[in-house]
């Protein structure tokens, strides 16, 4: 029996698979090791010693558009947060717009209503099959530099001036109440959260799930709009003042001004996401069985209960893990933004390693941090494909 | 084990992001680096740069690969034909009539001016002849030596006529279309910051997309070198509702750059365009220049021809270096006049790019 167990270690199995392990890890870290090396030298040899001293000079370019405050004497470093947020900027309002969107035109693919499932179609086959880049110019260069010039520029009610330099409307400025007013906001929050919990607890008592999310925006709201009211009677200052645009000289003034290369680019990525979404979407509510449908029809429940509480919490489970990639497509796409003008992390960074020369430290930097966002987007939503995992009781 | 994954990931970028961002990493970077070259003593990448190096590599392949502008008219541009035509286009072509004895031997590489730079320091291009502005900067970081300016420009601004915009204070609130990765980019910051003068720059990549924005009313005004400008004009929708403002930003001297590492090419590349210079200066052009070798008995004249002194073979070249240039592609005033004088849409005034016999900057050291 011990004689058995006594295979030489070159045949012996686990060990093979360690030795090949290993060989495969050395070669693996000799190639890149070689890469970074070549790298190294062809760089030095060139008198271009790798450094990121430049992140603190002086960058000496404007950037049109920026959420910290910024100007040409700030440092490179900074120009660089600047790209980042814009980037950030334009990806979480592309997912949130892409998802609404994408969700309205898959639930219509499914519609029986012939007129409604044939429009989304066209629209998922028409958008799927041009390039995103395409896209983005026939937005920026077709629509938004087609709008009329500012001295003939269009005005909305509200007002809101529409100009092929871009849409200004009207934004709220906070004033002196302002503070008071975030508390009041937090207090509906509490509030919301509270109204929540027990409602659930209700659900889960009484086997009928009342409509949770809406009790608790409503509260939200509700005490949002009470605490409005209070200020404005108590304090004689509403929290925040009408902030109108106005044409004044060479360009608006006043209220939120979005610029046509910012509008250009999110149209352009959410219209293209959102037909994705669309068909992940449609695929996700198609998984689910037929005889669930049927199932819950039989217990009595309407159309609108069935998808809420049966089809759409089991679609999710299919629909969760290709959206995450559609998610990160979104934010890496956003990236064509360059070709646009739109000052975005690419953009940027390409102006940056053009007046400093650093191509290999920009690149770095610049991957580093289109991972991070991907990985930090992709880890999040899989703690939420976690949390919504059909639980078996 | 998955979470485990990510947070590892996420941490190593943070690690990695705040390393970058604090100086210590630099300078360990930098000390690395030199063990590296002091232990190894790299024999490096795939092309040359050390002296001499270029010449040969050029020679060896039998043509020479000149980084030019693909999209401004004068100065480089694809003409109907589908041929390179310009200013910095001909000084590619003198240089490989000086290395061979035939203009065509050139092959153009279209550069944006974000990716010129880049393609010299990896020897993409032998050379870089593309209206690009002399630096300190580029001169010292970028691995690049500026060779002798070919062309002294000054930024502009140019707008609309019916704008009413006469100077730079009017341009408060505007927005202005500037290409990325260039000077303008920088002096536009630097004199409106100077002069506290609000605006928006909207920036691009390609010459095209600027001026397609501008012209498009997306900017109040565009701003580049005024050679550019006036050569961009011709390509609007309505040149003539355009003006070019009487306003000078910045000095801009536009020559070739070469890689740092090679005195020898440095050096031919500086003589070539010395020798347009000096041809003008001598009176020696394309058309008269067999006549006046065959007759002249001027030791200046004979030395820049080649007929005595061997000054071709000390920059390593054949000594009818500089014939070759005159005969094949002219001197200095028969380039700018076939690309931007008299006669070609753009008519600029020569200016400061006249030799300094006529009151310009253009002054060549002497032949001999």
Known sequence: ?393 | MKRTLYLLGILLIVGVLLAACGSSAGQNGAQAVKTVIVTVQAKGGNTPSGFGTTLKAVKERGHLICGVNSELPGFGYVDQQGNYKGFDVDFCHAVAAAIFGDPNKVEFRPLTAKERFTALQTGEIDVLIRNTTWTLTRDTELGANFAATTFYDGQGIMVRKDSGIKKLEDLQGAKICVATGTTTELNLADQMAAHGIKYTPVVFEKADQVYGAYDEGRCDAVTSDKSQLVSRRTTLKNPKDHVILDITLSKEPLGPVVRQGDDQWFDIINWVVFATFTGEELGINSKNVDKIKATTQNPNVKKFLGLEGEMGQKLGLSDDWAYNIIKYVGNYAEIYNRNLGPGTPFDLPRGLNNSWINGGLLYAPPIR
């Open chain 1, 1 to 393: 029996m011990m004689k058995q167990a006594s295979v030489p270690f070159w045949r012996d199995e686990r060990v093979l698979a360690w030795i090949a392990q290993i060989v495969f890890l050395v070669v693996t870290v000799a190639f890149l090791w070689y890469l970074y090396h070549n790298m190294i030298t062809a760089l030095a040899e060139r008198g271009l010693l790798p450094s990121f001293h430049f992140l603190k000079l002086t960058a000496g370019f404007d950037i049109s558009q920026h959420l910290i405050p910024y100007d040409r004497s700030s440092t490179y470093g900074r120009a660089f947060i600047v790209g980042t947020l814009n980037t950030i900027e334009v990806s979480i309002l592309g997912i949130i717009f892409a998802t609404i969107l994408g969700i309205i035109i898959g639930v219509m693919r499914l519609s029986t209503n012939w007129l409604i499932n044939k429009l989304a179609s066209l629209y998922i086959e028409i958008i799927r099959n041009v390039p995103l880049l395409v896209l983005l110019v026939f937005w920026y260069t077709g629509v938004f530099l087609q709008l009329p010039r500012l001295k003939e520029a269009k005005f909305l009610p509200g007002p809101t001036i529409v100009s092929n330099r871009g849409i200004a409307m009207p934004w709220g400025k906070p004033t002196s109440t302002w503070h008071i007013y975030l508390y009041i906001l937090l207090v509906g929050f509490i509030l919301a959260a509270i109204v929540w919990w027990r409602l659930t607890l209700i659900g889960k008592r009484t086997g009928r799930m009342p409509l949770v999310s809406l009790w608790s925006t409503l509260t939200f709201l509700g005490v949002a709009a009470l605490g409005w009211i209070g200020l404005v009677i108590f304090a004689h200052q509403a929290p925040l003042a009408p902030d109108l645009p106005k044409i004044q000289g060479l360009s608006t003034v006043g209220g939120l001004e979005l610029s046509p290369e910012f509008l250009a680019l999110l149209s352009g990525l959410v219209f293209y996401t959102a037909a994705f979404i669309a068909e992940v979407v449609r695929a996700g509510i198609q998984s689910v069985s037929k005889g669930q449908v049927e199932a819950a029809r039989a217990l009595g429940l309407n159309g609108f209960q069935t998808f809420r509480l049966v089809v759409f919490p089991q679609a999710l489970r299919v629909i969760v893990p290709p959206l995450t990639s559609q998610y990160l497509n979104l934010a890496k796409n956003s990236s064509l933004a360059v070709f646009i003008g739109f000052p975005d992390l690419y953009s940027v960074a390409g102006t940056i390693h053009n007046q400093t020369g650093r191509a290999v430290e920009v690149t770095v930097l610049m991957m580093s941090i289109y991972l991070s966002f991907s990985l930090i987007t992709s880890a999040f939503m899989n703690w939420y494909n976690k949390k919504i995992r059909f639980v078996e009781r």
